[in-house]
């Protein structure tokens, strides 16, 4: 019987483990289907030395509720980091913008500043953890952690985060609260927001209910 556990769990990581730890590199093909262990490897053959170029790192469009612009190179669009365990950020936050609460559920984070001041900081349930960061100033946001970003210095901040997952995914509380048809006294009875705030909030974000 433990045999057969031990058959099980193998066989079970064996499907799951990273196609780019038993290979030095996988690039990703991306006409196939994305799967727990990543994009299947683009044929040998087909890799040109192309595939590791990302192009068009610019400066994302900051006319938004959170004067926030963003250009991410992820495996959905940076092929060659499939599987690598890394993709990367660009951010741009204009004078009063920021990057609302949000987490990253299956990636840490990590900020690089390279203009301008901004605050960044996580919380927990017993405490938070906060810094004014400038020019050549990094900060580490554990896996999963509720953070949030905000220039709080003068002019347009800009900076990099990096991730420890090619395809990291985001969950933003804003948007989780008010851009959906999650009934408006539910959410302010559970939040203790008032009514009026959250069909107020519920319009801006597109939400209903």
């Given amino acids: 019987m433990k ?4 058959l099980f769990y193998f066989t079970f990581f064996s499907f799951t483990i990273s196609h780019a730890s038993i290979n030095d590199f996988c690039v990703a093909d991306l006409k196939a289907s994305y799967s727990l262990s990543g994009y299947p490897c683009k044929a040998l053959a087909n890799i040109t030395s192309d595939d590791f170029v990302f192009h068009g790192f610019v400066a994302g469009n900051t006319s938004n ?8 190179a992820s495996v959905a669009n940076f092929p060659a980091i499939n599987g690598l365990g890394i993709s990367v950020m660009r951010v741009n936050i204009d004078e009063g913008g920021f990057a609302p609460m949000h987490t990253h559920p299956g990636s840490t984070e990590l900020i690089i500043v390279v203009q301008g001041e901004i605050t960044v900081g996580f919380v927990t349930p017993t405490s938070f953890y906060s810094k004014a960061l400038k020019s050549g100033d990094l900060f580490v946001i ?6 949030f970003v905000v ?4 002019g347009t901040a800009a900076g990099f985060a990096a991730y420890s997952n090619e395809n990291p995914t985001v969950q933003q509380l804003d948007l989780l609260l008010f851009a959906n048809k999650l009934p408006s006294n539910l959410v302010a009875q559970t939040t203790l927001l008032d009514l009026d705030q959250v069909k107020k909030l519920k319009a801006h974000f597109g939400g209903s209910g």
């Fill in 65 to 72: 509720s959170f004067k926030l612009g963003i250009t991410t």
């Fill in 151 to 154: 220039n709080s210095g003068k």
């Fill in 3 to 6: 045999i057969i556990h031990i």
């Fill in 142 to 147: 554990p896996q999963g952690m509720l953070h």
